[in-house]
């Protein structure tokens, strides 16, 4: 068991709650990890906040799932869902931790819990009242345990029952910050004053998750690093193993990059304005790799930062650069008259993909299936997967006014239209 000694328990609880957390928030932060009876591997959320930890771990299971190639999710034994969870929380450790520091799990013991529950005054009796646990006790009553290896800490959690309480989240939120180091996530975030976790309306934020489907605090959603007004701004580095498509994104707050849009395995995170839930498909087509034309696209985007559909004539030499293509300037020279026959100094999209790339090679697939989870618990909920059919409209775009559902799948898909068995919520 480890000590405490070297962890400044103040900048921990900073970096998390921030100051001056409502009571009303700490407290629906206090849920244990539940699954639906009607679905199995499906997460309850019984209030607003948690999603941000929920869904990404939900992500994880779903991963661990489709490698398994478990077809029937309805199915299975409450021992095997149990083993999906460890195998979830595991791998976000073993992402979240630096090369040079130990995994740290942190808990609140059995005995602890139960006498938490019964109103019993342990540990701090001042700070103690009637069975209510503040930020300030949880800390003072965290036991933690250090491993060196993803098996051992595999090993301890299947040897002991660690999960089960109210804490459950808030533990594993505080052993993937330990494990990742408070000062490492302050300076990926470089953001001093934001708190993982909203004060005041609880919420999770942007960091966090980012923290838990990439494994870097960062707060930006954008490809690579962009430079703002002198100061480099990081954002994701490389292709996550689970995606994230958001709303914001069809207010134009933010821009969501191909590192999150297309990710590893066929599984997105969709944030709305104010919650989480999650998308995923059995459909590998759905992440293979870009087809050259669809990688032209993407470098054409690049150039057209007001997304208008063109570029300026002047930049065909760079483009077919970026696109290792043939680019020497009598050439370049020649092919400017062709893709701007009238001399209007700009290169439609349309027409640039026709003359470089007229074959669509590989791409997803036009017809797919989709499956969204949305944990959080209403009056006649059952938390029950709901299933889409998904086609892609080559050329059109599909009607969305007031569904954000489409909207937000339209900013990967922009021709899609989808089908649901009973319309989603990403609220």
């Given at each position: 068991?480890?000590?405490?000694e070297d962890i400044d328990w103040e900048v921990v609880k900073s970096l998390v709650f921030g100051v001056g957390i409502r009571e009303t928030v700490f407290e629906r932060w206090l849920q244990p990890f539940q699954f639906f009876k009607e679905e199995p591997t499906a997460l309850v959320q019984h209030s607003g906040g948690p999603c941000a930890v929920l869904a990404p771990i939900q992500a994880?299971?779903?991963?661990?799932?489709?490698?398994?190639?478990?077809?029937?999710?309805?199915?299975?034994?409450?021992?095997?869902?149990?083993?999906?969870?460890?195998?979830?929380?595991?791998?976000?450790?073993?992402?979240?931790?630096?090369?040079?520091?130990?995994?740290?799990?942190?808990?609140?013991?059995?005995?602890?819990?139960?006498?938490?529950?019964?109103?019993?005054?342990?540990?701090?009796?001042?700070?103690?009242?009637?069975?209510?646990?503040?930020?300030?006790?949880?800390?003072?009553?965290?036991?933690?345990?250090?491993?060196?290896?993803?098996?051992?800490?595999?090993?301890?959690?299947?040897?002991?029952?660690?999960?089960?309480?109210?804490?459950?989240?808030?533990?594993?939120?505080?052993?993937?910050?330990?494990?990742?180091?408070?000062?490492?996530?302050?300076?990926?975030?470089?953001?001093?004053?934001?708190?993982?976790?909203?004060?005041?309306?609880?919420?999770?934020?942007?960091?966090?998750?980012?923290?838990?489907?990439?494994?870097?605090?960062?707060?930006?959603?954008?490809?690579?690093?962009?430079?703002?007004?002198?100061?480099?701004?990081?954002?994701?580095?490389?292709?996550?193993?689970?995606?994230?498509?958001?709303?914001?994104?069809?207010?134009?707050?933010?821009?969501?990059?191909?590192?999150?849009?297309?990710?590893?395995?066929?599984?997105?995170?969709?944030?709305?304005?104010?919650?989480?839930?999650?998308?995923?498909?059995?459909?590998?087509?759905?992440?293979?790799?870009?087809?050259?034309?669809?990688?032209?696209?993407?470098?054409?985007?690049?150039?057209?930062?007001?997304?208008?559909?063109?570029?300026?004539?002047?930049?065909?030499?760079?483009?077919?650069?970026?696109?290792?293509?043939?680019?020497?300037?009598?050439?370049v020279d020649i092919m400017k008259e062709k893709v701007d026959p009238d001399g209007m100094g700009i290169i439609l999209m349309s027409v640039f993909l026709d003359e470089f790339f007229p074959e669509f090679g590989s791409g997803p697939p036009d017809t797919f299936t989709l499956l969204h989870y949305n944990g959080l618990t209403k009056p006649s909920g059952t938390g029950k997967y709901i299933?889409?059919?998904?086609?892609?409209?080559?050329?059109?775009?599909?009607?969305?006014?007031?569904?954000?559902?489409?909207?937000?799948?339209?900013?990967?898909?922009?021709?899609?239209?989808?089908?649901?068995?009973?319309?989603?919520?990403?609220?």
């Open positions: 068991m480890s000590t405490d994880f299971i779903i991963k661990k799932c489709l490698q398994d190639n478990i077809q029937n999710l309805q199915n299975l034994s409450s021992d095997t869902v149990n083993c999906l969870l460890l195998s979830a929380l595991c791998e976000i450790l073993r992402m979240c931790r630096p090369a040079n520091r130990v995994i740290t799990l942190a808990r609140v013991s059995s005995e602890v819990a139960n006498a938490w529950e019964d109103s019993l005054e342990v540990y701090s009796p001042k700070r103690l009242k009637c069975g209510n646990v503040d930020v300030d006790t949880l800390h003072t009553c965290l036991s933690l345990e250090t491993f060196q290896t993803v098996t051992n800490l595999r090993k301890y959690l299947d040897d002991n029952k660690i999960f089960g309480s109210k804490y459950d989240i808030v533990c594993f939120l505080y052993s993937v910050i330990l494990t990742r180091g408070p000062t490492r996530i302050i300076n990926e975030r470089q953001d001093m004053e934001e708190s993982l976790i909203d004060p005041v309306h609880g919420h999770g934020s942007q960091s966090l998750v980012n923290l838990l489907i990439t494994g870097s605090a960062t707060q930006n959603v954008f490809d690579g690093t962009r430079d703002l007004c002198g100061m480099d701004l990081t954002g994701i580095t490389s292709k996550s193993e689970i995606g994230f498509l958001s709303y914001l994104e069809c207010l134009r707050y933010l821009e969501v990059g191909e590192n999150l849009k297309s990710p590893k395995n066929p599984i997105w995170l969709l944030g709305s304005e104010t919650h989480l839930t999650l998308l995923f498909s059995r459909d590998t087509r759905l992440v293979q790799p870009p087809s050259p034309r669809e990688k032209a696209v993407l470098a054409f985007k690049e150039l057209d930062s007001e997304q208008s559909g063109f570029i300026p004539t002047t930049e065909l030499k760079t483009i077919l650069t970026k696109l290792d293509l043939f680019s020497e300037q009598e050439y299933k889409g059919e998904a086609v892609l409209l080559e050329g059109v775009q599909g009607r969305a006014e007031n569904n954000q559902m489409l909207q937000t799948l339209q900013t990967k898909w922009p021709g899609i239209v989808v089908d649901w068995d009973t319309e989603p919520s990403i609220n």
